[in-house]
């Protein structure tokens, strides 16, 4: 009998995970981020959300899992390398293989909300990824013609059918804790602040939503460096 | 040459086929069979979808070329899910993942009815379900143990239908060690292997270590 070996937990299906490689953060979230499962990382400008999208995609690449970052910057794939080289972590050898990247900015300006859909699925089934990030979704809403929210509740909805855990990254004003139009509809929102303590700015990780996950709550200090990117300062734990 | 399917003649497998592949890479290997032997092989098959619905497959075999007139598909997920994204294919559906002890019978029901394009177990080459641990969302254990020796010996009853089954042993494992009784062979495709983690249309020429474990 193959049950003697598995007890009545062994049953229960857990979920799947995606480790994020950013030390510390995957012992406060059971392992890494669900499967499938769309997370927000909100944080005003400077907070590190680009670098915690990078790390994301590159301990992916890392894993053998395939990567989609679609930027809504209109920034072309060297000015991106050419800044996120500065940390160790990246392997330039990732992006156009293992991390396909697609800039979405120009393409805004044109389309409507379903269009614009189409053309991300398109990409997705071509490249069919374990990992996507989008960054930033926030200026999505500031360009697109049509219902915004009902453009978010389709693409997240779709996300997730095409089995990936997609990180969509929130620019806030200073004093803002996540775009709320975007929060409504996602599985996780972790929290990137700054905080002014004693003439220094402080940096902060929170994680205030994780479905399905038995996380850790309260601020978390973090450090970003050029060898891992951001860390979780073991201190708090 | 599609190299799961290599491993596949290479032992002669024929029937339920246990396949141990990471959860995140079911998708690619999903896409791997179907072009191997919906398009390759020019076999009909069925393809059974209880984690999504079948639209996101049928969308992903028309962005890689492969085409689906051959192919049935049972939705068990669609009409639980309201997602209303749109796709052509021969589809029959069940009415939620919950019921999956009707499933055989609606696989006999559904390969007669789709506008001439019936399907006997006869004329089926294969038959593929997306996946299988997906049902222990919506069922308890036993259930889904109980379906699954259905299933297979449905299916078994023509004994040329390859019936390949996907699941991560390292995460399901009890699920696994059920459905190696019950299965003729073993296949281990590691998580190591570069292919699985580059381009999708890389993956087919690019599995070369695809591990034959049992026969």
Known sequence: ?237 | MNSILEAFDNAGLKGAILLDVPSTQFVKVNLMLLRGLAMERGMSGMFISVDRPHQYMVHLLTMHQIKAEKLIFIDAISRFSADCKVASANVGFVDGPFHIDRLPEAMGEWGKCNDGNSMTLSDCGFAIIDNLSALLTYNNYNSVETFLKNFVSFLEVADHIRVPLMIDSEKYGLLYETAKTLCKGELRLSTAVPALGSRADSVPKNITNVNYCKG
């Open chain 1, 1 to 237: 009998m193959v049950d003697k070996k598995f007890d009545e937990k062994s049953k229960r299906p857990d979920l799947v995970r995606l480790p994020t490689g950013i030390p510390g953060l995957d012992d406060m979230i059971e392992g890494g981020l669900p499967f499938p499962s769309v997370v927000l990382v909100s944080g005003t400008a400077g907070t590190g959300k680009t670098t915690f999208s990078l790390k994301y995609l590159c301990e992916g690449a890392k894993r053998g899992e395939q990567g989609l970052y679609f930027t809504t910057l209109s920034e072309p794939t060297q000015w991106m390398l050419r800044y996120a080289s500065q940390f160790d972590f990246i392997n330039k050898d990732y992006f156009g293989d293992s991390i396909v990247y697609m800039d979405l900015g120009n393409l805004m300006r044109e389309v409507d909300a379903n269009q614009l859909l189409a053309v991300m699925e398109e990409k997705i089934a071509e490249v069919v990824p374990q990992r996507i990030v989008i960054d930033p979704i926030t200026v999505v809403g500031g360009m697109l013609k049509g219902d915004y929210r009902l453009f978010l509740f389709d693409l997240f909805n779709r996300l997730k059918n095409w089995n990936a855990t997609t990180l969509v990254t929130g620019e806030v004003h200073p004093g803002e804790i996540y775009p709320p139009e975007v929060s409504y509809a996602v599985d996780g929102i972790i929290l990137l602040q700054l905080s002014e303590e004693a003439g220094a700015r402080r940096k902060y990780l929170e994680v205030l939503k994780m479905r399905g996950t038995n996380h850790l709550t309260g601020r978390q200090s973090i450090d970003i460096t050029r060898t891992e990117g951001i860390v979780v300062l073991k201190a708090r734990f």
